[in-house]
């Protein structure tokens, strides 16, 4: 499986970025995809997720109401929306999926993007 990430950069603070994430290689069934985030000197955490099937979404409480996650099935691609940036939204963020084919569990990261908000 191979995941890229597109679309960070520098933005300032209020500003909106779109995220991609191009997926490929996948034989399995995808239980969910995700974004997640590092920030300078912190561990990676969750900023929004997806599910598989009924495209169920779930949001970091930071996130809620500024970034909205969605995905395009016909082209492999999941998108993280970010709108009225903080500087603290200022992190590496990294696509992920989980899925399963049998009893096999699979999980793959992309590289990351960086995306910087200045005030």
């Known amino acids: 499986v191979q995941l890229v990430e597109s679309g960070g950069g520098a933005v300032q603070a209020g500003g909106s970025l779109r995220l991609s994430c191009a997926a490929s290689g996948i034989t399995f069934s995808i239980d969910t995809m995700g974004w997640y985030r590092q920030p300078p000197g912190n561990e990676r955490e969750l900023v929004a997720a997806?599910?598989?099937?009924?495209?169920?979404?779930n949001y970091a409480d930071s996130v809620k109401g500024r970034f909205t996650i969605s995905r395009d099935n016909a082209k492999n691609t999941m998108y993280l929306q970010m709108n009225n940036l903080k500087q603290e939204d200022t992190a590496v963020y990294y696509c992920?999926?989980?899925?399963?084919?049998?009893?096999?569990?699979?999980?793959?990261w992309g590289q990351g993007t960086q995306v910087t908000v200045s005030s």
């Open positions: 992920n999926i989980r899925g399963s084919y049998s009893l096999n569990k699979y999980v793959s």
């Open positions: 997806i599910t598989g099937g009924r495209d169920i979404t």
